[in-house]
Protein backbone atom coordinates (compact mmCIF):
# COMPACT_ATOMS: atom_id res chain seq x y z
CA UNK A 1 0.00 0.00 0.00
CA UNK A 2 1.27 3.08 -1.14
CA UNK A 3 0.27 6.93 0.97
CA UNK A 4 0.61 10.31 -0.20
CA UNK A 5 -0.23 13.39 1.20
CA UNK A 6 -3.03 15.98 -0.97
CA UNK A 7 -4.91 18.97 -0.83
CA UNK A 8 -7.84 19.90 1.58
CA UNK A 9 -11.22 19.35 0.98
CA UNK A 10 -14.76 18.49 2.55
CA UNK A 11 -15.13 14.88 3.87
CA UNK A 12 -18.55 13.70 2.98
CA UNK A 13 -18.86 11.26 6.03
CA UNK A 14 -17.48 13.56 8.67
CA UNK A 15 -18.57 16.58 6.66
CA UNK A 16 -15.41 18.43 8.02
CA UNK A 17 -12.63 20.45 5.52
CA UNK A 18 -9.59 18.28 6.75
CA UNK A 19 -6.46 16.82 4.88
CA UNK A 20 -6.98 13.92 3.08
CA UNK A 21 -3.89 11.04 2.09
CA UNK A 22 -3.97 9.24 -1.18
CA UNK A 23 -3.64 5.78 -0.78
CA UNK A 24 -2.85 3.04 -3.95
CA UNK A 25 -4.11 -0.38 -3.09
CA UNK A 26 -3.17 -3.46 -4.91
CA UNK A 27 -6.35 -5.33 -4.68
CA UNK A 28 -7.46 -8.69 -6.36
CA UNK A 29 -10.69 -9.45 -8.29
CA UNK A 30 -11.81 -13.00 -9.40
CA UNK A 31 -12.44 -12.63 -13.36
CA UNK A 32 -13.78 -15.54 -15.13
CA UNK A 33 -12.15 -17.79 -12.41
CA UNK A 34 -8.81 -16.16 -12.75
CA UNK A 35 -7.31 -13.93 -10.29
CA UNK A 36 -6.81 -10.22 -11.68
CA UNK A 37 -4.49 -7.74 -9.75
CA UNK A 38 -4.48 -4.17 -10.35
CA UNK A 39 -3.90 -0.95 -8.30
CA UNK A 40 -6.83 0.93 -6.48
CA UNK A 41 -6.89 4.22 -5.83
CA UNK A 42 -8.79 5.50 -2.96
CA UNK A 43 -8.36 9.03 -0.20
CA UNK A 44 -8.58 8.81 3.34
CA UNK A 45 -9.94 11.68 5.62
CA UNK A 46 -7.15 12.25 8.04
CA UNK A 47 -9.68 13.16 10.47
CA UNK A 48 -12.90 9.99 10.27
CA UNK A 49 -10.28 7.79 8.82
CA UNK A 50 -12.90 6.93 6.03
CA UNK A 51 -12.52 5.43 2.96
CA UNK A 52 -13.99 6.43 -0.33
CA UNK A 53 -12.31 5.47 -4.00
CA UNK A 54 -10.84 9.18 -5.41
CA UNK A 55 -13.00 10.61 -7.38
CA UNK A 56 -10.18 13.08 -9.42
CA UNK A 57 -9.40 9.64 -10.47
CA UNK A 58 -12.89 8.46 -12.09
CA UNK A 59 -11.97 4.64 -12.60
CA UNK A 60 -14.23 1.90 -11.82
CA UNK A 61 -11.95 -0.61 -10.52
CA UNK A 62 -14.32 -3.21 -12.36
CA UNK A 63 -13.29 -1.07 -15.35
CA UNK A 64 -9.78 -1.50 -14.39
CA UNK A 65 -9.88 -5.15 -14.12
CA UNK A 66 -11.73 -6.16 -17.15
CA UNK A 67 -9.15 -3.59 -19.20
CA UNK A 68 -6.02 -5.74 -17.08
CA UNK A 69 -7.72 -9.22 -17.66
CA UNK A 70 -7.92 -8.18 -21.67
CA UNK A 71 -4.50 -7.22 -21.65
CA UNK A 72 -3.22 -10.19 -20.68
CA UNK A 73 -5.25 -12.43 -22.65
CA UNK A 74 -4.80 -9.97 -25.78
CA UNK A 75 -8.59 -9.71 -26.05
CA UNK A 76 -9.84 -6.37 -27.95
CA UNK A 77 -10.63 -3.13 -25.75
CA UNK A 78 -13.89 -1.06 -25.91
CA UNK A 79 -11.93 2.21 -27.31
CA UNK A 80 -10.27 -0.51 -30.17
CA UNK A 81 -14.11 -2.09 -31.15
CA UNK A 82 -15.48 1.46 -30.76
CA UNK A 83 -12.65 3.34 -32.69
CA UNK A 84 -12.80 0.58 -35.78
CA UNK A 85 -16.48 0.71 -36.30
CA UNK A 86 -16.25 4.28 -36.34
CA UNK A 87 -13.21 4.45 -38.66
CA UNK A 88 -15.65 2.77 -41.36
CA UNK A 89 -18.41 4.85 -40.73
CA UNK A 90 -20.60 2.22 -39.02
CA UNK A 91 -23.35 2.95 -36.87
CA UNK A 92 -23.44 0.34 -33.69
CA UNK A 93 -26.67 -0.67 -35.39
CA UNK A 94 -25.47 -1.48 -38.61
CA UNK A 95 -22.53 -3.59 -37.15
CA UNK A 96 -24.70 -5.63 -34.37
CA UNK A 97 -26.87 -6.56 -37.90
CA UNK A 98 -23.58 -7.34 -39.82
CA UNK A 99 -22.32 -9.40 -37.18
CA UNK A 100 -25.65 -11.42 -36.84
CA UNK A 101 -25.47 -9.71 -32.74
CA UNK A 102 -27.60 -7.80 -30.77
CA UNK A 103 -27.14 -3.55 -30.72
CA UNK A 104 -27.26 -3.64 -27.12
CA UNK A 105 -24.57 -6.48 -26.84
CA UNK A 106 -22.48 -4.16 -28.90
CA UNK A 107 -23.19 -1.15 -27.07
CA UNK A 108 -22.36 -2.86 -23.55
CA UNK A 109 -18.71 -3.82 -25.74
CA UNK A 110 -17.95 -0.24 -26.52
CA UNK A 111 -18.28 0.78 -22.88
CA UNK A 112 -16.66 -1.32 -20.83
CA UNK A 113 -18.36 -5.04 -20.65
CA UNK A 114 -16.21 -8.11 -20.89
CA UNK A 115 -16.72 -9.82 -24.34
CA UNK A 116 -17.17 -13.68 -24.17
CA UNK A 117 -14.93 -15.87 -26.44
CA UNK A 118 -17.11 -16.41 -29.33
CA UNK A 119 -17.93 -12.23 -29.36
CA UNK A 120 -14.22 -11.68 -29.28
CA UNK A 121 -13.07 -14.24 -32.38
CA UNK A 122 -16.37 -12.90 -34.18
CA UNK A 123 -15.19 -9.37 -34.08
CA UNK A 124 -11.86 -9.51 -34.73
CA UNK A 125 -12.78 -11.54 -37.82
CA UNK A 126 -14.91 -8.50 -38.84
CA UNK A 127 -11.95 -6.38 -38.56
CA UNK A 128 -10.37 -7.75 -41.44
CA UNK A 129 -11.09 -5.54 -44.51
CA UNK A 130 -11.41 -8.48 -46.93
CA UNK A 131 -13.91 -10.25 -44.20
CA UNK A 132 -16.00 -6.88 -43.51
CA UNK A 133 -16.18 -6.50 -47.79
CA UNK A 134 -18.01 -9.74 -47.99
CA UNK A 135 -20.02 -8.92 -44.60
CA UNK A 136 -21.60 -5.78 -46.61
CA UNK A 137 -21.46 -7.11 -50.11
CA UNK A 138 -23.75 -9.96 -48.70
CA UNK A 139 -25.84 -8.29 -46.68
CA UNK A 140 -29.61 -7.74 -47.16
CA UNK A 141 -32.07 -5.02 -45.43
CA UNK A 142 -29.29 -3.05 -43.89
CA UNK A 143 -28.09 -0.33 -45.84
CA UNK A 144 -29.55 1.32 -48.38
CA UNK A 145 -28.00 0.43 -52.24
CA UNK A 146 -26.57 3.76 -52.62
CA UNK A 147 -24.83 3.33 -48.76
CA UNK A 148 -23.58 0.32 -49.81
CA UNK A 149 -22.07 0.82 -52.75
CA UNK A 150 -20.33 3.67 -51.24
CA UNK A 151 -19.00 1.18 -48.40
CA UNK A 152 -18.06 -1.19 -50.96
CA UNK A 153 -15.69 1.34 -52.67
CA UNK A 154 -14.06 2.54 -50.24
CA UNK A 155 -13.00 -0.86 -48.88
CA UNK A 156 -12.02 -1.91 -51.85
CA UNK A 157 -9.67 1.33 -52.77
CA UNK A 158 -8.39 0.93 -49.78
CA UNK A 159 -7.16 -2.75 -50.29
CA UNK A 160 -5.99 -2.08 -53.94
CA UNK A 161 -4.01 0.54 -52.93
CA UNK A 162 -2.42 -1.59 -50.00
CA UNK A 163 -2.02 -4.61 -52.66
CA UNK A 164 0.17 -2.89 -54.80
CA UNK A 165 2.55 -1.64 -52.46
CA UNK A 166 2.80 -4.50 -50.94
CA UNK A 167 3.39 -6.10 -54.20
CA UNK A 168 6.52 -3.71 -54.72
CA UNK A 169 7.85 -4.35 -51.30
CA UNK A 170 7.82 -8.25 -51.27
CA UNK A 171 9.44 -8.15 -55.02
CA UNK A 172 12.40 -5.60 -53.94
CA UNK A 173 12.66 -7.09 -50.55
CA UNK A 174 10.97 -10.53 -49.94
CA UNK A 175 12.25 -12.88 -51.62
CA UNK A 176 15.32 -14.01 -49.58
CA UNK A 177 15.16 -17.88 -48.73
CA UNK A 178 14.57 -18.93 -45.24
CA UNK A 179 17.87 -18.62 -43.16
CA UNK A 180 19.68 -17.57 -40.35
CA UNK A 181 19.20 -14.09 -41.54
CA UNK A 182 15.64 -14.09 -41.38
CA UNK A 183 15.10 -16.22 -38.39
CA UNK A 184 13.85 -19.23 -41.26
CA UNK A 185 10.78 -17.04 -41.91
CA UNK A 186 10.17 -15.00 -45.11
CA UNK A 187 9.37 -11.80 -44.96
CA UNK A 188 5.34 -11.81 -43.60
CA UNK A 189 3.88 -8.33 -44.08
CA UNK A 190 0.84 -9.02 -42.56
CA UNK A 191 2.87 -9.88 -39.26
CA UNK A 192 5.32 -7.16 -39.68
CA UNK A 193 2.45 -4.42 -40.12
CA UNK A 194 0.86 -5.19 -37.45
CA UNK A 195 3.54 -5.99 -35.07
CA UNK A 196 4.41 -2.07 -35.92
CA UNK A 197 0.29 -1.42 -35.30
CA UNK A 198 0.42 -3.60 -31.79
CA UNK A 199 3.97 -1.59 -30.30
CA UNK A 200 2.97 1.94 -31.07
CA UNK A 201 -0.61 1.91 -29.85
CA UNK A 202 -0.40 4.92 -27.44
CA UNK A 203 2.57 6.40 -29.68
CA UNK A 204 6.01 4.80 -29.66
CA UNK A 205 9.59 6.63 -30.23
CA UNK A 206 11.11 5.24 -33.75
CA UNK A 207 14.43 4.47 -32.31
CA UNK A 208 12.83 2.17 -29.49
CA UNK A 209 10.10 0.83 -31.82
CA UNK A 210 13.24 -0.77 -33.76
CA UNK A 211 14.28 -2.40 -30.65
CA UNK A 212 11.14 -3.74 -29.77
CA UNK A 213 10.66 -5.59 -32.79
CA UNK A 214 14.65 -6.62 -32.95
CA UNK A 215 13.72 -8.11 -28.88
CA UNK A 216 10.27 -9.49 -30.22
CA UNK A 217 12.23 -11.37 -33.35
CA UNK A 218 14.85 -12.90 -31.38
CA UNK A 219 13.18 -13.58 -28.53
CA UNK A 220 10.85 -15.80 -30.16
CA UNK A 221 13.54 -17.44 -32.32
CA UNK A 222 15.37 -18.08 -28.97
CA UNK A 223 12.86 -19.69 -27.62
CA UNK A 224 10.99 -21.36 -31.01
CA UNK A 225 13.48 -21.10 -33.33
CA UNK A 226 11.66 -19.27 -35.81
CA UNK A 227 11.06 -15.07 -36.25
CA UNK A 228 7.63 -13.59 -35.84
CA UNK A 229 7.92 -11.33 -38.66
CA UNK A 230 10.58 -12.64 -41.37
CA UNK A 231 12.62 -8.92 -40.80
CA UNK A 232 16.26 -8.86 -40.78
CA UNK A 233 17.97 -6.96 -38.82
CA UNK A 234 21.20 -4.30 -39.64
CA UNK A 235 23.87 -3.38 -37.61
CA UNK A 236 23.62 0.97 -37.17
CA UNK A 237 25.44 3.28 -35.08
CA UNK A 238 22.26 3.35 -32.52
CA UNK A 239 22.10 -0.27 -32.56
CA UNK A 240 19.92 -3.18 -34.29
CA UNK A 241 17.08 -1.53 -36.58
CA UNK A 242 15.06 -3.77 -39.62
CA UNK A 243 17.01 -3.79 -42.90
CA UNK A 244 14.56 -0.86 -44.92
CA UNK A 245 12.72 -0.01 -42.11
CA UNK A 246 11.85 3.58 -43.32
CA UNK A 247 10.02 2.11 -46.39
CA UNK A 248 8.23 -0.58 -44.35
CA UNK A 249 7.02 2.59 -42.12
CA UNK A 250 6.44 5.32 -44.77
CA UNK A 251 4.00 2.30 -46.39
CA UNK A 252 2.30 2.19 -43.37
CA UNK A 253 2.35 6.24 -43.42
CA UNK A 254 0.56 5.71 -47.01
CA UNK A 255 -2.26 2.91 -45.95
CA UNK A 256 -3.26 5.27 -43.16
CA UNK A 257 -2.59 2.90 -40.23
CA UNK A 258 0.27 5.16 -38.64
CA UNK A 259 0.91 8.38 -38.28
CA UNK A 260 4.28 10.31 -37.65
CA UNK A 261 4.28 13.42 -34.74
CA UNK A 262 7.64 14.81 -34.32
CA UNK A 263 8.32 15.18 -30.30
CA UNK A 264 10.60 17.97 -28.95
CA UNK A 265 12.05 17.18 -25.53
CA UNK A 266 13.75 19.46 -22.98
CA UNK A 267 17.81 18.60 -23.79
CA UNK A 268 16.80 20.11 -27.46
CA UNK A 269 16.05 16.46 -28.90
CA UNK A 270 13.98 16.33 -31.36
CA UNK A 271 12.32 12.66 -31.87
CA UNK A 272 9.80 11.37 -34.45
CA UNK A 273 6.71 9.15 -32.79
CA UNK A 274 5.02 6.55 -34.51
CA UNK A 275 1.40 6.05 -33.24
CA UNK A 276 -1.00 3.57 -34.75
CA UNK A 277 -4.23 4.85 -35.90
CA UNK A 278 -5.95 1.46 -36.23
CA UNK A 279 -5.67 -1.60 -34.03
CA UNK A 280 -3.75 -4.53 -34.84
CA UNK A 281 -5.11 -7.47 -36.13
CA UNK A 282 -4.00 -10.13 -33.75
CA UNK A 283 -5.90 -13.09 -35.08
CA UNK A 284 -2.36 -13.16 -37.63
CA UNK A 285 0.03 -14.14 -35.16
CA UNK A 286 0.36 -17.39 -33.07
CA UNK A 287 -0.18 -17.70 -29.17
CA UNK A 288 3.65 -17.85 -28.37
CA UNK A 289 4.28 -14.66 -30.75
CA UNK A 290 1.74 -13.09 -28.84
CA UNK A 291 3.06 -14.04 -25.50
CA UNK A 292 6.49 -12.69 -26.64
CA UNK A 293 5.50 -9.92 -28.19
CA UNK A 294 3.24 -8.96 -25.32
CA UNK A 295 6.33 -9.92 -22.15
CA UNK A 296 8.43 -7.38 -24.98
CA UNK A 297 6.20 -4.44 -24.47
CA UNK A 298 5.78 -4.82 -21.04
CA UNK A 299 9.14 -5.53 -19.74
CA UNK A 300 10.24 -2.56 -21.62
CA UNK A 301 7.27 -0.19 -21.09
CA UNK A 302 9.50 2.04 -18.50
CA UNK A 303 12.93 1.86 -21.04
CA UNK A 304 13.51 5.60 -23.01
CA UNK A 305 15.21 5.05 -26.42
CA UNK A 306 18.64 5.45 -25.05
CA UNK A 307 18.24 3.22 -22.51
CA UNK A 308 17.52 0.42 -25.29
CA UNK A 309 19.55 1.55 -27.22
CA UNK A 310 22.51 0.60 -24.41
CA UNK A 311 21.03 -2.27 -24.01
CA UNK A 312 21.02 -3.50 -27.41
CA UNK A 313 24.85 -2.21 -27.95
CA UNK A 314 25.10 -4.94 -25.14
CA UNK A 315 24.21 -8.17 -27.62
CA UNK A 316 26.69 -10.29 -29.13
CA UNK A 317 24.88 -10.02 -32.35
CA UNK A 318 26.09 -6.40 -32.58
CA UNK A 319 29.26 -6.57 -31.03
CA UNK A 320 30.17 -9.14 -33.63
CA UNK A 321 29.28 -7.47 -36.39
CA UNK A 322 30.10 -3.89 -38.26
CA UNK A 323 28.28 -0.97 -39.79
CA UNK A 324 25.10 -2.22 -42.07
CA UNK A 325 26.03 -5.78 -41.87
CA UNK A 326 23.03 -7.88 -41.22
CA UNK A 327 22.87 -9.55 -37.62
CA UNK A 328 22.17 -13.45 -37.96
CA UNK A 329 19.44 -14.57 -35.34
CA UNK A 330 22.37 -17.39 -34.57
CA UNK A 331 22.83 -14.54 -31.85
CA UNK A 332 19.71 -15.00 -30.21
CA UNK A 333 20.72 -17.90 -28.13
CA UNK A 334 23.19 -15.75 -26.57
CA UNK A 335 20.47 -12.90 -26.34
CA UNK A 336 21.03 -10.54 -22.88
CA UNK A 337 16.88 -10.87 -22.55
Known amino acids: MKTINID ?16 IKEETFNVRGEPITINVEYIKCKDCGDEVLNPAVNHDPFELVYREYRRKHALLQPEEIAGWRKAHHLTQGEFAKLLGIGVATINRYENGALQ ?8 RLSMDTSNLFKLIEKSEGIFSDTRKKKLLETLRESEDISRSLDDTIMINFGGAEKNNMNGFRKL ?76 SYPNGYVGELIKAVKD ?27 QMQELSHKEKGYQQTSDGEII ?10
Not at 8 to 23: D, S, V
Not at 116 to 123: A, R
Not at 328 to 337: D, F, G, H, K, R
Request: net charge negative.
Open 8 to 23: RGLCTNCEKETGFERI
Open 116 to 123: NESHENLL
Open 188 to 263: DLSKLYNAVLFFSRDGVLKSKLNKLLFYADFKHFKEYTLSITGLQYAHLPYGPVPDNYAIYYATLFSKGLVEFIEE
Open 280 to 306: PDLNVFSLSELRIMASVMEDFKEYTAT
Open 328 to 337: SYAYANELNY
